[in-house]
Antibody, heavy 118, light 110 residues
Framework: EVQLVESGGGLIQPGGFLRLSCAVSGFTFSNYVMSWVRQAPGKGLEWVSDISPGGDSTDDADSVRGRFTISRDNSKNTLYLQMNSLRAEDTAIYYC???????????WGQGTLVTVSS | QSALTQPRSVSGSPGQSVAISCTGTNSDVGGYNYVSWYQHHPGKAPKLMIYDVSKRPSGVPDRFSGSKSGNTASLTISGLQAEDEADYYCCSYAGIYTWVFGGGTKLTVL
């Protein structure tokens, strides 16, 4: 069974930093592109970042470029999102998702809530 | 990238059919045959329902179908069932390894 479990969310002050994790099982992690997608309260989904199977290539949305860094540890089957210089508008549920080779997200986790507020 | 436009809500009675539209631009929906649809029950993990405009993953009932015309994609659910009540999101590849989602549509089964 494919499982993706996010963790690391919480309440953080503006300007602060947080690292999210996504532990996966049930598929060969190192074969998949991995992504972060977020959903702000009352809003739709927003793609955040992608990382290649080997971790050597990343892509980011304009809204987070330069502040967020996606990374992965294939030996630990874990995906990360380092979030720096957090803003109120980064408040959202953050989901991790996998992508084998197509232009769609195969499986998703249940998300972890990040709240940026003073 | 601006979000794709979806109706905020749709509704239908059990057994009926409903369609959810998703409108983008030539740079996303109209430019690629890479539209996907996701079902989301709040608090749960989103689930892939349709990919590449009209393809269904294994395990998704054939009551769910997708199509596209120009800059607008559609998800049609026929033979509505109570468990179909959820939020539905469209997504399109937008070039240079970026993706854009819709604002989501709440489906109510009356």
């Amino acid at each position: 069974e494919v499982q993706l479990v996010e963790s690391g969310g919480g309440l953080i002050q503006p300007g602060g930093f947080l690292r999210l994790s996504c532990a996966v099982s049930g598929f060969t992690f190192s074969n998949y592109v991995m992504s972060w997608v977020r959903q702000a309260p009352g809003k739709g989904l927003e793609w955040v970042s992608d990382i290649s199977p080997g971790g050597d290539s990343t892509d980011d949305a304009d809204s987070v470029r330069g502040r967020f860094t996606i990374s992965r540890d294939n030996s630990k089957n874990t995906l990360y999102l380092q979030m720096n210089s957090l803003r109120a508008e980064d408040t959202a549920i953050y989901y991790c998702a996998n992508r084998l080779s197509g232009y769609f997200f195969d499986y998703w986790g249940q998300g972890t809530l990040v709240t940026v507020s003073s | 990238q601006s979000a794709l436009t979806q109706p905020r809500s749709v509704s239908g009675s059990p057994g009926q059919s409903v369609a959810i539209s998703c409108t983008g631009t030539n740079s996303d929906v109209g430019g690629y045959n890479y539209v996907s649809w996701y079902q989301h029950h709040p608090g749960k993990a989103p689930k892939l329902m349709i990919y590449d405009v009209s393809k269904r993953p294994s395990g998704v009932p054939d009551r769910f179908s997708g199509s596209k015309s120009g800059n607008t994609a559609s998800l049609t659910i026929s033979g509505l069932q109570a468990e179909d009540e959820a939020d539905y999101y469209c997504c399109s590849y937008a070039g240079i390894y970026t993706w854009v989602f819709g604002g989501g549509t709440k489906l109510t089964v009356l």
